[in-house]
């Protein structure tokens, strides 16, 4: 047999399976680094996400707080001493022993589309009188109604529970703290609030951070 009719060697058959399989390696290598990254990249995108929803609907509420329609609060008549109380004290807010959130109450008044029932209507002519009812009610030709929520969010197992109009929904999960400050500005005063996700699969953890100024005069903190 002459040298050009020869065929590889068990050298050469050995060198090039090394090389196969390295190259082997490396392409697995790169398809679970590839799978890792997507699966961080989606993870990071629906934290995002949750965090927007959350933050969202806290905003609103926020920024409705104290609002009690066209009179000021000393000229509302008021059906109960329990009444007068809480719209005194329309934003209220309960921590943990560690500085989290456990609980924020806001009189709040009711956004477009709302599901649930209202907890208090303020009925007023806007110039000299406004009253408050319980529950919902429409306006007549000599009156505007403006509908008002009680808002309850609280953290309970990780999960960001909101009570509204009579429902209790879960708004997100994965919830590792969430932090609300109210804060005196100059003449008015805003919430600071910091929201922590923790998502326990990939082992991710983002921060959200943003401050709310209130609308209203509310009492200080």
């Known amino acids: 047999m002459s040298r050009l009719q020869r065929g590889f060697g068990l050298l050469e058959a050995l060198l090039a399976l090394a090389i196969g399989l390295m190259l082997l390696a490396a392409a697995g290598q790169v398809l679970v680094s590839s799978q890792q990254s997507w699966r961080l990249q989606g993870a990071s995108a629906r934290l995002q996400e949750d965090a927007r929803l959350a933050l969202q609907r806290l905003v609103q509420d926020i920024r409705m707080t104290g609002v009690f329609g066209c009179l000021a609060t000393h000229a509302i008549d008021f059906p109960s001493a329990a009444a007068a109380q809480a719209f005194a004290a329309p934003l209220q807010i ?9 609980s924020l109450s806001l009189l709040a008044g009711e956004l477009p589309g709302a599901a649930g029932a209202p907890d208090w209507t ?6 000299t009188w406004a009253k408050v009812l319980a529950g919902g009610h429409l306006a007549d030709g000599d009156s505007l109604a403006f509908p008002l929520r009680q808002q309850h969010y609280r953290v309970h197992d990780g999960s960001l529970m909101l009570s509204s109009g009579g429902l209790n929904a879960r708004l997100i999960d994965n919830v590792k703290g969430l932090w609300i400050t109210q804060v005196q500005a100059g003449e008015g005063q805003r919430l600071d609030i910091r929201l922590q996700l923790f998502e326990p699969t990939q082992q ?17 903190p």
């Open 204 to 220: 991710l953890e983002q921060q959200y951070e943003l401050s709310v100024a209130l609308r209203n005069r509310l009492p200080a």
């Open 94 to 102: 309960t921590r943990t022993t560690d500085g989290r959130l456990a």
């Open 122 to 127: 303020v009925l007023s002519d806007c110039r």
